[in-house]
């Protein structure tokens, strides 16, 4: 069974920048629609970003469009989420997730294989 492994989390301040990456060992990769998903303290986990298997299309969550960018590399079976302007609200644990379906307009909801997520903190 494949998990993914998600990588490039950490602390930084209101305002700034990180990227994520996600590898996921499967050589199928270049067939699934992939995604990242987010879980605060306390909270549901939720949508944040996914990319069709061509890279074509992408879906974002409303409120990190203009600030997170989602992108994947094929060869590399890599996809990566780039967060700019990061807020204090964008603290979570960030997942990944592998072969989603369940797309719609606002998003794709639906994985089985899951990472063990990395940490984003933002200070204020």
């Known amino acids: 069974q494949v998990h993914p492994v998600e990588s490039g989390g950490g602390l930084v301040q209101a305002g700034d920048s990180l990227r994520l990456s996600c590898v996921a060992s499967t050589l199928t990769f270049a067939q699934y629609h992939m995604g990242w998903f987010r879980q605060a303290p306390g909270k549901d986990r939720e949508f944040v970003a996914a990319?069709?298997?061509?890279?074509?299309?992408?879906w974002y969550k409303d409120s990190v469009k203009g600030r997170f960018t989602i992108s994947r590399d094929n060869a590399k079976n890599t996809v990566y989420l780039h967060m700019t302007t990061l807020r204090p609200g964008d603290t979570a644990t960030y997942y990944c997730a592998l072969d989603l379906t369940g797309c719609s307009d606002l998003g794709c909801y639906v994985s089985d294989y899951w990472g063990q997520g990395t940490q984003v903190t933002v200070s204020s």
């Open positions: 990319i069709s298997s061509s890279g074509r299309r992408t």
